[in-house]
Structure formats: structure tokens, C-alpha cells
């Protein structure tokens, strides 16, 4: 034979293996997908009748002569519309639904109408090609089918370059492979014999590449995936930012109501203090203690919104010190005792003498975990009495672990409850306790305290008959030296008469607040104190008394309009033409939330006082910041 063949049979059996992946594998509802079956199933046909043709013109002789003009010419028509194909199927790749459409592609379409009447009537025009005898002849227009075939690859190429932005990388590349592979391939037929067919085969190995490069599903599932994975992150990121965005908004509400609450309760709890000081009659001063303890109860209330917040945030953090246990059941009992008295129930401790006194732990905490725990007891029990027990297990020398035991002859808890009982701002048994006061955050902030500890908490309860909590902390001992047997030895009655810690004649003070009741309050307070007390109720005041007066503390309120406490004391310390650069500044605010403290501290303030203001706290923290030799300790 004259030809070989064996390049162009072997990209039939390709041409056979694309085709049989887009049927199994493909949507072929999908437009740009059957465009590509058309434009490769074109490729196999001008390949099979590139072989036919071949063989009709190498045994012409053994064929009638209309055979080759037959395979010839469709040979021909089939080349032609492949290349027109490229074009089409790149159009749908633009727009799936109806194929992105322009002028030219109907000129286009023209122009191969028009050759492919050419290439049929080439029998008796004898344009394309013809037969002298036996002899294949080229036409006049014999070479038109290779100008077209460029001519459209360069037009494919144009429309690539023009819609660049609408296609994917991956799009983009894979045409572009496709185009240049079948110029070269054009090319390379040419520096071959003429006998070698094996532009086809080129062109087969170009549709794989582009099947796999361009359309293939696993590819296309990966691309959306990764789409999907990445729309994905992006709306984790906005999620992040939304609750980062919530948690700031959460941040300043709880500060905002922090400060608006707790500066009517400090004038509430502070005008209160000051008539329990000055009143003689009885009457007054136990409607005075029912205030405190009212006002003391809504503050607990808002401690508690402000401590589930820092355990939300992941800020709730515990103070160790040295403390004395006798003390802290002291303080628990006279407290809380006569809240009991006042609800007609009885109400106990009883402690193991032998348990070590002097102890290193978070007090304050402790302290709030056995209000919390009484406090959870005498709202839910209506007759009977309420127990607190006070044992320890030595761990070693150095560690035990104390034991409270909260026992109660209150309503109780059904099982079903029990698994929700330490649940934020869940309320057990609503139908019956519903007419009970309280957050539902007490038992959660208990629970998270005692784990922070390193404890664990047990509850056991019977529904109708009562209940026990029962508290495990690790303590380490700081001294040996035993309670005794001390419990019940304070009197639950509140002991009316004060007594101020020290006195101070010669110490002078500057007090800083927008409210007029906040300054009355904190003179009142240090009345007995002897303390020498001036006032200012603005930044600007501030600013001019420090500059003229030399004092030995100044306390300095947060929020006050037209220059805060912050810009305040940026403005004392950056002014070095007074006597106060180095007198310790104090930071009075109702703001209580988490994280403040620091931030005040690394503001520029020697220490932080937060209001309601304990009378207590405010004469200790006096008496550690004047200097020693103004302090007559009493």
C-alpha cells in the first residue's frame, strides 16, 4: 500500500476511548459537553475516512471511480466542520444555555456551506479535486480545506484572547493546548512524507489531553469542592467576624449596664451604709439592713451576668492568697444566717474541728460558691432547715481537699432534672418554682468555679423531701493549726455599730466623679476617717486641683462627660508642671467586667475600686496606698 496508515487507526481507538468517556461519565444533557461529543465524534469521522480514502485512491483500480469521490469528499466536509466545531463549542463554554453568539459564526457558517457545496459538486467542477484516469488530482481549491482549518483555529484563538476574564485558568490553558497542538500537528504532517498519515492521531491525543484537562467530572467535582471548601471559609471568616463583631457589641452592653446599674445601686447601697452609721433608732436601722439585703441580693444578680460573660470569654480567672478558713465561715454565717431567720427555717453549720486553718486558695471564690450553693437551698426550701457541713480529706503534707456539704428539707429534684440542673439560665420544674427568684446562672458559675479549682461538685436529692450538694476543692494548707469548733459562735444578728479602721487627719484626698451623690457618698464614708476630702466633678476640674494642690490620693471616675477618666490621667501624666506626678491614681468606676482591671492598671492606675463601693475594701486599700506615716491605725 501507498500510505501509512497506523498513526491515524491508532487515533480511531482514541477518538473510540473519548467518546466512550463522555457517554458513561459525562452529563450529556449538558450543552457544552454535547458541543465536544459533536466536535470529537467530527475528528473520528474525517479520521475514518482519511483511512478509506486512503485505501479507495491506493486500489483505484479495484474501486469504481465515484467511491473515491464519495470517501474523498467526505473526507473533506468532515475536516471542514471540525475545525468549524472549536469555535461553537467554545461559545457554550461562554454561555451553557445558548452559546455565546456573534457576526462572524454566521459568516462562518456560510463559508463552510459554501465549501462543503464545493467539496459535493467537486465531481463535475473538478475545484477541490478530481480523477485523470486513475491518478488523484489536486483542485484549484484543494488547499482552501487547510486555510480554513487555520482560519479557525485563529478565529477559536481571537474568541479565546477576547472572553480571557470569563474563563477559568484551567479553561483558558486547555484550549489554548488544543489550538496549538493542531497547528503543529497541521505543521508537522507537512515535513513528513506525504504518505505518513498522522495528523489525526495528533489531533486525538489533543482531544484526551483536552477531555481530561478541560471536562472531566472528578476534576470538575474537585474544582467545586474546592470552590465549595473556599465559599466555605469565607463564611467561617464572616462568622468569625460576625461573632467577634457580637462579642464586642456584647462587650460594651455588658459595660454599658455594668456602669448604669451599678451607679444607682452605689448611691442605693451607699446613702444606706451612711444612715446605718448615723441612725440610733432601732426601726431605722433594721429597715436599713433590709436594704442592704436587698440591694446586696440585686447585686449578686449582676455579678452573676458579669461571671457567666467572663466564663463565656474564657477570662474567669482565680486570685489566690493566703487565708484563714475560720474567718471565711464566719463571714459565710453572718451573712446569710438571719436571711434564714427571716424565712422561718433553721439553719446549721457544723464543721470537723481538725481541719487545718490556715489555708492558699481563691476566698473570694469559695465564698461565692457557698452563697451561691446556701443561697440555691433557702430559695428552694419553704419548712425545715438547711445544713452547711465543713469536713477535709488529707491529700499529703502539703494538700487537702475540703469538703462543704449543703443539705436541704426543700422541695427536691426530679431525675429527670438533674441533668439540665447546671445548664446557663435553665430553670428545673418551671410549673412549680416558677414564682421562685433567680437567673438560673448561680449552680452553672458554681460548677465552673469548683472544675477551675480542680474539684468537682455531687448533688443527690430526693424529689419532695430535699436535697444535698456536696463540693470537693483542692487546698494547699499554709498552717497546721486547727479550726476548732467554731460555727455556730457569731450571732446571726448584723452588729450595727462602726468603727473606722484608722484614722488619716493629716492625709488629704481628691475625689473625681460627674455625679453629686457619688462624691457625698465617698465623703460620708471616710467621715470617721478623719480624711481631708475634696471633690471635682469633671476631668477639667481635675486637671486645675492637681496642678495647684499637692494630694496623697486621688480617685478618679471612669465615664464623665467631655474628658473621661482615661483621657484624665493621659493628661496628669503627660503635664509634669504640678505636685502630683507621682501620687497614686485609683480608677472608681461601676464598670466590672471582665478584663478591666488590666486594663486599667496598664492605663497608668496605681489600683482599681469598683462601685457599689464596700466601705471595707475602700478604708483597706487607703490604708495600703497613704504613706505610713499619715495612717493612725485604730
Known amino acids: 500500500m501507498r500510505f501509512d496508515v497506523h498513526y491515524a487507526i491508532a487515533g480511531l481507538v482514541i477518538y473510540i ?52 469521490y464519495v470517501t474523498n469528499t467526505a473526507f473533506f466536509l468532515f475536516e471542514t466542520s471540525c ?65 480554513l482549518g487555520i482560519y479557525f483555529m ?42 505518513v498519515f498522522v495528523l489525526y492521531f495528533i489531533f486525538s491525543i489533543a482531544s484526551y489531553i483536552t477531555l481530561f484537562g478541560l471536562e472531566t467530572p472528578d476534576y470538575i467535582k474537585l474544582e467545586k469542592a474546592m ?26 452592653f455588658l459595660a454599658n449596664m455594668s456602669h448604669e446599674i451599678r451607679t444607682p445601686i452605689n448611691a442605693v447601697l451607699g446613702m444606706n451604709e451612711l444612715i446605718s452609721r448615723e441612725a440610733t433608732d432601732e426601726n431605722i436601722r433594721n429597715y436599713s439592713d433590709d436594704i442592704a439585703d436587698a440591694g446586696q441580693s440585686l447585686l449578686s444578680l449582676i455579678n452573676d451576668i458579669l461571671d457567666f460573660s467572663k466564663i463565656e470569654a474564657g477570662q474567669m480567672e482565680l486570685s489566690n492568697t493566703d487565708y484563714e478558713l475560720s474567718t471565711l465561715i464566719r463571714e459565710v454565717n453572718n451573712i446569710i444566717k438571719h436571711r434564714f431567720e427571716e424565712k422561718g ?18 476566698d473570694v471564690r469559695i465564698r461565692q460558691i457557698l452563697f451561691n450553693l446556701l443561697s440555691n437551698a433557702l430559695k428552694y426550701t419553704d419548712k425545715g432547715m438547711v445544713t452547711l457541713d465543713v469536713d477535709y ?97 457569731a450571732s446571726g444578728k448584723k452588729e450595727h455599730k462602726y468603727s473606722s479602721a484608722f484614722k488619716a487627719p493629716e492625709a488629704k484626698i481628691l475625689v473625681v466623679d460627674d455625679v453629686a451623690t457619688n462624691l457625698l457618698i465617698m465623703k460620708g464614708l471616710l467621715k470617721k476617717t478623719e480624711i481631708i476630702v475634696e471633690t471635682a466633678q469633671s476631668g477639667v476640674d481635675c486637671l486645675k486641683l492637681v496642678r495647684e494642690k499637692k494630694y496623697d490620693l486621688i480617685f478618679l471616675d471612669h465615664m464623665m462627660p467631655d474628658m473621661d477618666g ?49 466601705w471595707q475594701e475602700l478604708e483597706n486599700m487607703i490604708m495600703n496606698m497613704l504613706p505610713e506615716k499619715l495612717v493612725i491605725r485604730q
Not at 459533536?38 to 467511491?67: G, H, K, N
Not at 455565546?100 to 463559508?111: A, R
Not at 427555717?345 to 481563691?362: R, S, V
Open 227 to 252: 470552590l465549595e471548601l473556599k465559599r466555605s471559609e469565607r463564611q467561617l471568616q464572616d462568622a468569625v467576624k460576625k461573632a467577634e463583631a457580637a462579642d464586642e457589641a456584647k462587650s460594651v
Open 345 to 362: 427555717l433553721a439553719f446549721e453549720i457544723k464543721n470537723n474541728p481538725e481541719i487545718p486553718n490556715g489555708l492558699y486558695g481563691d
Open 393 to 489: 480529706n488529707k491529700i499529703d503534707e502539703e494538700n487537702i481537699e475540703l469538703v462543704f456539704t449543703v443539705s436541704d428539707t426543700g422541695v427536691g429534684i426530679k431525675e429527670a432534672d438533674k441533668e439540665s440542673l447546671f445548664i446557663s439560665f435553665k430553670r428545673i420544674n418551671m410549673e412549680n418554682n416558677r414564682k421562685r427568684e433567680g437567673t438560673g446562672l448561680g449552680l452553672n458559675i458554681t460548677k465552673t468555679l469548683v472544675e477551675m479549682m480542680h474539684g468537682y461538685i455531687d448533688v443527690k436529692s430526693e424529689y419532695g423531701k430535699g436535697s444535698v450538694f456536696t463540693v470537693h476543692i483542692r487546698q494547699e494548707v499554709r498552717d497546721r493549726s486547727a479550726i476548732g469548733d467554731f460555727a455556730n459562735a
Open 566 to 614: 482615661i483621657e484624665t490621667i493621659r493628661a496628669i501624666k503627660a503635664d509634669t508642671g504640678h505636685y502630683n506626678q507621682d501620687t497614686p491614681i485609683i480608677m472608681l468606676t461601676a464598670n466590672a467586667i471582665s478584663g478591666a482591671k488590666e486594663q486599667y492598671l496598664g492605663d497608668g492606675f496605681a489600683d482599681y475600686l469598683s462601685k457599689p463601693i464596700d
Open 17 to 68: 476511548l473519548v467518546l466512550f468517556s463522555l457517554c458513561v461519565q459525562y452529563d450529556n444533557k449538558q450543552n457544552s459537553v454535547i458541543k465536544l461529543r459533536q466536535l470529537i465524534e467530527c475528528l473520528f469521522m474525517a479520521d475514518l475516512f482519511d483511512i478509506i480514502s486512503a485505501y479507495t485512491i491506493a486500489y483505484v483500480d479495484r474501486f469504481p471511480i465515484w467511491t473515491n
Open 154 to 195: 485563529l478565529y477559536s484563538f481571537v474568541r479565546l484572547m477576547q472572553y480571557k476574564s470569563s474563563f477559568s485558568k484551567r479553561q483558558f490553558y486547555t484550549i489554548v493546548g488544543f489550538i496549538l497542538m493542531t497547528v503543529l500537528g497541521s505543521i508537522f504532517q507537512f515535513m513528513v512524507p506525504g504518505s
Open 83 to 147: 475545525m468549524a466545531l472549536l469555535p461553537r463549542y467554545i461559545r457554550y463554554l461562554l454561555d451553557p444555555e445558548n452559546g455565546k453568539k456573534c457576526l462572524f459564526d454566521n459568516i462562518n457558517l456560510g463559508v463552510v456551506i459554501v465549501y462543503g457545496i464545493t467539496c459535493v459538486t467537486t465531481f463535475c467542477t473538478k475545484l477541490v479535486f478530481y480523477f485523470d484516469g486513475t491518478a488523484f488530482r489536486k483542485g484549484p481549491l484543494y488547499n482552501v480545506a487547510y486555510i
